[in-house]
């Protein structure tokens, strides 16, 4: 059932004292469990399979909790005998599904023909009375932690034109670019974004393109979103402008240009669908969270990154943490002259009309290519 | 130099063992070679061959599951491989089959979806048509570079094959969109009961079927029938069929349409069998594996089927490997290369073909 | 489009035909020398790819790019030997030896490469050839990668040897006709193996560029089988060295056609934009090809062409 976010609260408290780390701090029963972790792309690439594999690694320190991965598994019916093949050869009980293509049909195809095991996809819109209970999905809002980029790139921006590279134009994908140019304009109203699409998730040559375009246009922060940011990264260091990093820190790659990124700390949500798994808890069909919850957060600042653009981020950073903080609200033009959030209306993070984001707002320099 | 190739022909020229006995000895030979070289490739890095083999058997070969596991795997590989090999008897390097594959699963989903309520399994049989079709067009195409405008087909195919993905892509994310499908853009689903259904006690779906009776009806078209046999002569000698009257090159696009009807067939497969719905996962190295399939089969198409499996089984073992030894995907790819390279040096050793 | 834009979408091109060109040049150049002596290598994906591993690896450990490059060389004339050899056997078909290098290539790379991937190895250097101009555009355009500069010497002196040295005529009388070659007392088998290696070592090194230059990291999705179109773009060229360098330059220039066309913000239909190479060689091939001058400058043993 759709979960509220007081009631994911109250089911994490119960569960368990929520240590930092996102991790229950005391096991509530001993059970052992078997836990498989699936990924479409290698573990170590520096980008979103290497965040789910963190969180993975977290796991498998927590004692009787088994873990069998699987990297490089394509979103074809080799999916769900690999699920299969854990659940029957492995004996798991709970699988994590983590890129975006594994939901429909292959994993719900699984969770039905296998009723007892627990199913988390990673960022699937499970829907109550469409979809088998057994199945979930868990996603984080980290739009929230790319807004907080926005506000360090845009303190840090000299030449006020940010450059954003973009996989493919879906609502997730959106939701980042807007926060991430919202949170820049939050310092001045006068930056933009320009947006280049590369049409895939991993594509090297046609991310260092798109990177080099970019800052041909004159733009010196630079951030991304597609599988590995690494090839964005170290591009961008190489002509020497900024960048803010996603999915995990590549502040390694970039000594000089990196101001701070938007990760995943998956290892919360992780924790709370193996708790709830030990301890007989009904499985969590829908978890979200944000910079509050534990499932992002910030990479720490970089060295060039001046007192104040900490300042203002770290005041960014309360704001969603602990107020009523709400980045898409009313009144939110869209870069076409409409208007997407009428004055008065506020959409929450939880709200799930932001997850079917089909806009770019005003100040991104780019069209959805439809 | 010299004299040391001719030794070493000397030394390869067969035996006195009869031709049908070495035609099956050697490649099960060249197989046993591989997983040897395989074997110290893996103990040189400090695992225990037979461990590995033990694994790979397991994954691939020796449970119910483990076969449903290859088999599955191995199903769109036999068209694949088919699209690959049909132009190879008119002596053509085909190699644009995942591009014919993705159209092919444009159109059964375009054709079929709208079909399903009126039709039911009729809509299936649309979509396969469909998918056929467009696959094997886009082929036709670069038979018709080939036999009219003297363009060579393995660059014009992977060529075509790019641009078919980019078109692919364009549409399915663009004027095909199902507006439902926001984070993964896909065509329109067909309902699960509208889908191609499992052979029974297989657990695997018709198109692994399909896939055998499509290289059944190759084999026989090519070695009992009129136009098989002009196929081959036309592939083997183009100068004796010009002079012996044959069309050279409407047997060249036929060729190349039949072929990518096959991998056209494969991509229609896989959206009403698996799938569902056109989408980006479609594109999973289909085409290129059955490349792979074919030239191991040395392009017959009987000899696709039981390669087919072989790769669908290393897949299947690959995941075991993964998940009990933690050795790396790539494990399966140094496995398949040399098991190939292997296969193919074997070929010093087959007696000399009849035809 | 303003002025401007145009400006900077040409600007970007010939950006793009010198950086993304190089690892096309130095694979169809290796390619050419490989199929005059009368023998296709497919495989030379496999060998840049594993290049691009080696040399990512070399240049960590040894704090020498140069090294990388070198060493990255040195392993694509061990999968050329290797290739060449293997087609020495009779009747062994080299196309699909070459899809079989290609495999085992591939995952000898992913397989030692996985180490490789979090640590920062030591990059190529650039030169500032456009250091002159006060646009950034322009600057970033013209920053040049040694290689580039060997890869078109490369081209002209290959276009010079295989005209005017004895050792071009040998390579092209085995290529063009195995009997005659024989007949002049020289080793096609041996002069093959060799051009095979050859052509190798420039495969490893248009890998070690790819990872040690642009883009300048080593991960699994690095190549987009860059490969593969290589030793395509040399029919294209029809196996004409600075024809290679032509190919070279104009597809690695239409591959920075979808990007920049973004840039200056034309995003429809960018799938298709991206395609924009694969398109312009084929346009150019139908063009400039017909039935009868199908096989021109083809050497006359190349198996694919027979």
Sequence with gaps: ?370 | MASVQSVLAAALRPVNAPPAVLAWLVPIASIVVGLLAFGVFVALLGRNPLEVYATIFEGGFASAFSWNNTLLRAAPLILTGLAVAIPAQAGLVVIGGEGALALGALAAAAVAVPLAPSLGAGALVAGAVAGAAAGGLWFALTGYFRAYRGLNETISSLLLSYIAIAVFNHLVEGPLRDPASLNKPSTLPLPDAAMIGQIPWLDVHWGLAIGLVACLIAQLALSRSTQGFALRVAGGNPRAAMLVGLPVGALIVAACALGGAAAGLAGAIEVMAVHSAASASVLAGYGTTGILVAFMARQQPLAIVPVAILMGGIAAAGSLLQRRLDLPDATTLVLQGLLFVSILAGEAFMPKERR | ?306
């Design chain 3, 1 to 306: 489009m303003t002025f401007d834009a145009v400006l900077t979408v040409l600007i970007a091109v010939m950006g793009g035909a010198i950086r993304v060109s190089t690892p096309f040049l130095f694979v169809s150049l290796g390619e050419c020398i490989t199929e005059k002596s009368g023998r296709i290598n497919l495989g030379l994906e496999g060998t840049m790819v594993f290049g691009a591993m080696f040399g990512y690896a070399v240049s960590y450990h040894t704090g020498s790019p140069w090294l990388g490059v070198l060493a990255a060389g040195c392993s694509g004339v061990v999968f050329g030997a290797v290739h060449g050899l293997l087609c020495s056997l009779p009747r062994v078909n080299d196309t699909a030896i070459g899809i079989s290098l290609i495999v085992l290539g591939l995952g000898l790379a992913y397989f030692f490469g996985k180490a490789y991937i979090q640590p920062t190895a030591p990059r190529l250097p650039s030169l500032d050839l456009g250091a002159w101009s006060d646009r950034p555009a322009l600057r970033a355009a013209l920053q040049v990668n040694v290689l580039f500069i060997v890869g078109a010497v490369l081209a002209f002196v290959l276009h010079w040897a295989f005209a005017n040295t004895r050792w071009g005529l040998q390579l092209r009388t085995v290529g063009d006709s195995a009997d005659a070659a024989r007949a002049l007392g020289l080793s096609v088998g041996r002069t093959r193996v060799m051009a095979t290696a050859l052509g190798g070592f420039f495969g490893g090194v248009a890998g070690a560029y790819l990872s040690l230059y642009y883009p300048g990291s080593w991960n699994e999705a690095l190549s987009s089988g860059q490969g593969v179109m290589a030793v395509a773009l040399v029919i294209f060229a029809r196996w004409r060295p600075l024809g290679c360098f032509r190919a070279a330059l104009i597809f690695g220039g239409a591959g920075s056609i979808g990007p920049a066309l973004q840039a200056v913000g034309i995003q429809a239909g960018y799938h298709l934009w991206n395609a924009a190479p694969y398109v312009l060689t084929l346009a150019i091939m139908l063009a400039s090809t017909s039935k009868a001058r199908a096989s021109i400058g083809a050497p006359g043993e190349l198996s694919m062409t027979r």
């Design chain 1, 1 to 370: 059932m759709i979960t509220s976010r007081r009631t994911l609260l109250q089911a994490a408290g119960a569960a368990g004292l929520v240590s930092a780390a996102g991790l229950p701090l005391r096991a509530s029963a001993q059970t052992p469990i078997t836990v498989g972790v699936i990924y479409v792309g290698p573990r170590d690439d520096f980008g979103y399979n290497q965040a789910q594999a963190q969180a993975a690694a977290a796991l498998k320190k927590l004692p009787g909790v088994k873990v069998v991965e699987e990297e490089k598994v394509p979103e074809t019916i080799a999916v769900q005998k690999t699920m299969e093949a854990m659940i029957t050869q492995d004996k798991a009980s709970l699988i994590f599904a983590t890129s975006f293509g594994y939901f429909d049909p292959h994993m719900l195809r699984m969770a039905e023909k296998y009723p007892k095991v627990r199913f988390a996809h990673g960022g699937g819109m499970w829907t109550e009375g469409k979809h088998p209970k057994n199945a979930g999905s868990y996603f984080g809002y980290i739009d929230g932690a790319q807004y907080v980029a926005g506000v360090v790139a845009g303190h840090m921006s000299k030449s006020k034109k940010l450059g954003f590279v973009a996989a493919k134009p879906i609502p997730q994908v959106l939701r980042n670019i807007n926060a991430f140019t919202m949170g820049a304009r939050s310092v001045d109203p006068s930056i933009t974004t320009r947006v280049i699409f590369t049409g895939d998730w991993s594509m090297a040559v046609k991310e260092a393109e798109a990177t080099n375009s970019l800052v041909d246009q004159g733009v010196d922060v630079v951030t991304c979103h597609v599988d590995g940011p690494k090839v964005m990264i170290e591009t961008a260091e190489k002509r020497g402008i900024m960048t803010c990093g996603y999915h995990a820190s590549q502040a390694a790659l970039a000594p000089k240009g990196y101001l701070t990124g938007a990760e995943w700390d998956w290892s919360t949500p992780y924790g709370m669908l193996v708790d709830a798994a030990r301890t007989g808890k009904p499985h969590l069909n829908f978890l979200r969270g944000g910079l509050k919850e534990g499932f992002v957060k910030m990479s720490a600042y970089g060295p060039s990154v001046t007192p104040a653009a900490k300042a203002a981020g770290d005041a960014a950073r309360t704001a969603l943490t602990t107020g009523n903080f709400a980045i898409f609200k009313g009144p939110l033009k869209d870069n076409k002259g409409g208007t997407v959030v009428p004055a008065g209306t506020s959409l929450e993070m939880t709200n799930l009309e932001l997850e079917k984001m089909n806009y770019l707002v005003e100040g991104v320099l780019g069209s959805i290519p439809a």
